[in-house]
């Protein structure tokens, strides 16, 4: 899941200078489940800005929202009407959902309410931990199941740096160093003969770095690949990618999260 957390108080603030009423819109998802963007959140950030301003004889109103998915333009279409009302959208989503409500609704200010962390796992109560990059070249057979891109701080490809005492990371001693968990489970999963072949560099052409993202669903919503930035979707490949008027599924999607296209 996309684990986020709420910016400072102090930048909320400033964001909120000059402006007298803000729609403030949670994010019933990924956000909710890491305790920073879900209903009771927004509500509580939505107080702590009124009384903020009061302090400092302002006044500021703040009226609260939450959709299920701020991600998909039809979860935040029932907010368009009233959106123009305000002088500000305070998103409580991840910076996919910021960004799809403030393509949904370009006349007002969209501001961002969280600082996306990463995609982590709920290792326990309260804690995440990043477990996924998205570098779009998953080497996890090889591993076991274990990122080494995510979880070495050394992205090691090939084996432990051998700086790791007891089991713990060299670089930061409160982590297990992820090549001794491989290593360890290797004979249970039979990777040891694999784990002995050498594994070439990463292709970072399918990370971030090569640029936008974008996955495509066929009409019969089969996945046939992936594409960054190149040539214009009607030119990638048969068949057409034009949604048929029954699918339901997402048709395209950038980045991290789902998006459906008006069709």
């Known amino acids: 899941m996309i684990v986020a957390e709420q910016k400072p108080l102090p930048d909320l603030k400033r964001m909120m200078k000059g402006k007298k009423k803000v729609l403030a819109v949670g994010c019933g998802t990924c956000v909710s489940v890491c305790f920073a963007g879900g209903k009771k959140e927004t509500e509580g950030l939505a107080k702590a800005l009124s009384t903020a301003a009061a302090v400092d004889g302002e006044t500021l ?9 701020q991600c998909v333009k039809e979860f935040i279409e029932p907010l368009s009407e009233e959106v123009e009302e305000y002088d500000a959208v305070l998103s409580l989503a991840c910076g996919v959902g910021v960004q799809t409500m403030a393509e949904r609704n370009p ?27 998205g570098c779009g070249n998953c080497v996890l057979e090889y591993t076991g199941g274990l990122c080494p891109i995510t979880r070495c701080p050394k992205q090691l490809f090939n084996g432990p740096c051998g700086g790791a005492e007891d089991g713990m990371c060299e670089v930061d001693t409160s982590i297990p160093c992820v090549w001794t ?5 290797s004979d ?8 002995m072949d050498f594994r070439p ?8 770095s090569g640029g936008l993202r974008r ?41 991290r999260e789902g998006t459906v296209p008006d069709n």
């Open 215 to 255: 996955t495509v669903v066929r009409d019969d919503l089969v996945q046939p690949f992936a594409v960054g930035v190149g040539p214009p979707l009607k030119d990638v490949g048969e068949p057409a990618l034009k949604p048929s008027k029954g699918a339901t599924a997402v048709a395209e999607t950038d980045n």
């Open 61 to 69: 109103e703040v009226e609260v929202r939450t959709v299920q998915r």
């Open 181 to 185: 968990k491989i290593w360890d489970n």
């Open 188 to 195: 249970n999963l039979d990777l040891m003969d694999s784990l």
């Open 107 to 133: 006349k007002t200010r969209v501001l961002p309410g969280l600082d996306t962390q990463f995609m982590g796992e709920p290792t326990e109560t309260g804690v995440w931990e990043e477990r996924c990059v």
């Open 201 to 208: 560099p990463q292709d970072w052409s399918t990370s971030r």
